[in-house]
């Protein structure tokens, strides 16, 4: 078996949004409503617990049945048409999840366990068929694997996909967790699961988007998109209502998603991932002269202003006239200059300097 990988984490916490202020940096901006894309109307596929997009076939994801079933995988196509029914000669106990690898290998995961009594879960591996068609008795991998701390019911089953490490979600309503396979898993023996990081309670189906930086949950009322770093965070969510929701995988374009449910004749959904909602911008404005207390704008009084300064400047100067030439001076003055003109002298010199 190819390596199976995820993406080290050991320690973290994962971040659940609560109800107070804080929890509206995780609300999705407001994004169009699920397109119906396709319903799975084939009687066979009756209880359709996981979905993952093919690696190989385009148009195409696969699908399992949940408890009950035999080990068998579908592919469907996007009118919904099984196009192949590919059976194992395993035998499985509750079939939860199916993910698919970039090398095109389907993992077929026997994890669940809701009444928490199994001391060991199993993953079987596969290849994508040459062609679409049903086979039977299709060459198989086991791989085993056990909890550190006990058993676990779990729905959800990852792959990083550059690193292609196997990645477990378990459903616990107060104590879910990420839990990761070895880097290399063995088929000699038990592989022992490491707790990595706490997980959002009730998850029944998840998948790592192309680029390996985020991860889309499932539960049966949301569906959350969670950035995939040494702390994995909850982003953002959206609330997306289905009856008995169990599955989720990339979409058609790649980079959307689509949802499914349980039953016959059940409908898979074709939506956006949902993403951080974020502030409005307000736009450019001119800002608006404040109005005085009568109602008029502040450039009238600016211009009141500038008039008090000017008459002040004028009384300045009338005040500093009557300081330089007190009253009677310039009579005087006149009268001397008078005199001295009548009796041929010099006229005085007003600033009381004598002339050269």
């Known amino acids: 078996m190819t390596a199976v990988t995820l993406l080290s984490l050991a320690g973290a916490t994962l971040p659940v949004a609560s109800a107070s202020a804080d929890s509206a940096s ?12 396709f319903t799975i109307d084939d009687e066979r596929v009756d209880e359709s617990s996981g979905l993952a997009k093919s690696a190989k076939y ?6 399992v049945n ?20 590919l059976r194992l000669n395993a035998d499985v106990t509750d079939v ?3 993910a698919v690898d970039t090398d095109g290998t389907i993992y077929l995961a026997d994890i669940g366990d809701g009444e928490a009594t199994r001391d060991m879960i199993e993953v079987y591996t596969i290849p994508e068929p040459a062609s679409l068609e049903d086979q ?13 701390d006990g058993a676990h019911d779990a729905e959800t089953l990852l792959i990083q996909p550059s690193t292609k490490r196997l990645y477990f979600v378990t459903k616990s309503s107060s104590k879910a967790a990420f839990y990761s396979a070895p880097e290399s898993a063995t088929r000699e023996g038990t592989n022992e699961l490491t707790k990595v990081a706490a997980a959002p309670p009730g998850v029944t189906d998840g998948t790592f988007m192309p680029d390996g930086k985020s991860v889309v949950l499932r539960t049966y009322l949301e569906v959350l998109n969670v950035a995939w770093a040494k702390t994995p965070t909850v982003v953002a969510k959206a609330t997306v209502l289905a009856k008995q929701s169990e599955s989720i995988a990339v979409g058609p374009a ?3 998603i689509i949802v499914g449910s349980e039953g016959a004749s059940s409908a898979v959904y074709q939506l956006q991932v949902p993403v951080k909602k974020t502030a409005a911008s307000s736009p450019a404005t001119t800002p608006t002269p404040k109005a005085n207390a009568a109602g008029s704008s502040t450039e009238p009084k600016k211009n ?17 006239t009557f300081v330089t030439f007190p009253a009677g001076r310039r009579e005087r003055l006149d009268r001397m200059a008078e005199n001295a003109r009548l009796t041929g002298q010099r006229p005085p010199n007003p600033h009381g300097r004598r002339r050269a």
Request: hydrophobic letters at 40%; charged letters at 25%; zero cysteines.
């Open 58 to 63: 385009d148009g195409i994801w696969w699908t």
């Open 136 to 148: 039977a008795s299709v060459k198989f991998h086991q791989y085993d694997f056990e909890y550190p």
């Open 304 to 320: 009141h202003n500038l008039r008090w300064i000017v008459i002040g400047a004028a009384l300045l100067a009338i005040i500093i």
């Open 66 to 85: 949940d408890s009950g079933d035999s080990a068998r995988v579908f592919g469907i196509d996007r009118t919904g048409e099984v196009k192949a029914e």
């Open 254 to 256: 790649g980079n959307d």
């Open 26 to 37: 995780t609300q999705a901006d407001p994004t169009p409503a699920p397109k119906k894309l």
């Open 96 to 98: 939860e999840a199916i």
